[in-house]
């Protein structure tokens, strides 16, 4: 099996909402892999947050990878949107619409990297046949719709059958949802590649003292890589 570098994507929900553009480059610069978008509808998910208006603005101030994050439904009329606006990956959920599969090959028509979210109460199968579609699984450890939710360890049974079922193919599990120095660990003992993470990355710092987001980053990092041993 395939054991990929942890990699770390700060999600700006948890930043200085005044201060988008400082904060994106605050992350890059104190390490973290990509930076993390999740946009919500108020319909898919009890939240509203970012258009792609606001991620054509950011795509400026991010050198690596923008990760999208797309918690809406339905998704298929939005896609072009996000790509144009300069997403690396474009995450759905595989409960947003009826026709998962045409949603993914639209993504991949666009050139962008597509990725499939799964939420706590979906079975892990329903990912058996997009396997050989995506580029990463965003396994959901909360209830999409909020920041700072506490970790559902219910799911890390579902990240160990997930890396089991992708064997050798290049796809990255990503978590998404209560990671933390506490959490870290366990995902990456059960096979996490990538790991999503809010407050644990953004507190105690700010745009212009960030030498705290990298010592959150390197620390959520090292937990992980702890976990695989």
């Known amino acids: 099996m395939i054991q990929r570098p942890i990699k770390i994507a700060p999600s700006i929900l948890a930043a200085d909402f005044a201060n988008f553009g400082a904060e994106c480059r605050a992350i890059e610069a104190q390490g ?46 939005y896609l072009e949107a996000y790509a144009k606006a300069g997403a690396d990956n474009i995450t759905v959920h595989v409960e947003a619409g009826p026709h998962i599969h045409r ?3 639209a993504i991949h028509s666009l050139g962008k990297t597509p990725g499939i979210a799964i939420n706590p109460g979906t079975p892990v199968e329903a990912m058996a ?9 965003c396994v959901m450890t909360v209830n999409p719709g909020f920041g700072g939710q506490s970790f559902i360890t219910s799911q890390l049974e579902k990240i160990v059958r997930l890396r ?19 959490t870290a660990p366990l995902v990456g003992r059960a096979g996490a590649d990538v790991l999503v993470a809010g407050a644990a990355v953004f507190n105690g710092g700010s745009a212009d ?16 890589e702890a976990g695989r041993g």
């Open 209 to 224: 003292n960030p030498a705290a987001y990298g010592e959150n980053i390197r620390m959520i990092r090292a937990a992980a």
């Open 103 to 105: 949603t993914l090959q």
């Open 32 to 77: 973290a892999d990509w930076v993390h978008i999740d946009v919500m509808d108020g319909h898919f998910v009890p939240n509203l947050t970012f258009g792609p208006a606001m991620c054509a603005a950011l795509r400026p101030h991010i050198k690596g990878v923008m990760d999208v994050h797309l918690m809406i439904a339905p998704v298929d009329p």
């Open 164 to 182: 089991e079922m992708i064997g050798d193919r290049p796809v990255l599990i990503e978590i998404d949802g209560g990671v933390s120095t506490k």
């Open 129 to 137: 046949e997009l396997l050989d579609m995506v580029g990463l699984v």
